[in-house]
């Protein structure tokens, strides 16, 4: 079971003066590595032809981007001691969003960074990615994923849309696994209403 300090974590950041986030569990504690991905049903055929999307980098909420899973509890912040994720969370985030997009199928073929042209350029932004303790620092918590995406011409910059994809989903325990397999199911479900408003005609 996890139990975060949220009372030592709070009085530790007084008593050294700092701010952000902190991680309390011993250094010889041996980290678990873990990764969440998406795998979506391939899409029924759309309308129009295929488009070229170029994807640039995502404005990753800056306390969640690394390999520390973060957690908060009310105005309390720390992170997961014992596991982390395998690669930085935005890298996987980055990932997942590449496979989404190939798993799908859909109208939206993904380009990356050189010199390869693309119609659109797809920007996003996660502002929250994070396990959210909702019923105290020992109940079971919920994953919570907040993206913003911006589709826009290349030819001219301008925007053809911009939407908010909110995902919650709950950990069945409070244990890094479960925690885990609920970053699966926020992502999937946050990055595949994504997947499918890029794929709709006129994006």
């Not at 055929?45 to 488009?51: E, F, L, N, R």
């Not at 910059?157 to 939407?163: R, T």
Request: hydrophobic letters at 40%; aromatic letters at 8%.
């Amino acid at each position: 079971m996890i139990r975060p300090a949220w009372t030592a974590a709070a009085a530790l950041t007084l008593a050294l003066g700092l701010g952000g986030c902190i991680t309390l569990f011993p250094k010889e504690t041996p980290a678990q590595l873990y990764r969440f991905d998406v795998s979506l049903p391939a899409a029924p055929a759309a309308a129009g032809g295929p488009i070229s999307v170029r994807v640039g980098a995502v404005d990753f909420d800056a306390a969640a981007s690394g390999d520390r899973i973060l957690t908060v509890d009310g105005d309390q912040v720390a992170y997961v001691g014992g596991g982390r994720w395998e690669s930085p969370a935005s890298e996987l985030f980055t990932e997942s969003v590449w496979h989404a997009f190939n798993t799908a199928g859909g109208r939206a073929r993904l380009v990356g960074p050189g010199p390869g042209k693309a119609e659109y350029r797809l920007i996003m932004e996660v502002s929250r990615f994070e396990t959210r303790y909702l019923s105290g620092p020992t109940a079971a918590p919920t994953v919570v994923v907040h993206l913003h995406a911006t589709l826009e011409r290349q030819s001219d910059l301008g925007v053809v849309g911009e939407k908010e994809f909110d995902a919650t989903a709950p950990a069945s325990d409070n244990r890094v696994g479960p925690i885990v397999e609920a970053y699966t199911q926020a992502t999937t479900q946050a990055v595949g209403d994504m997947v499918t408003w890029v794929n709709q005609p006129g994006g």
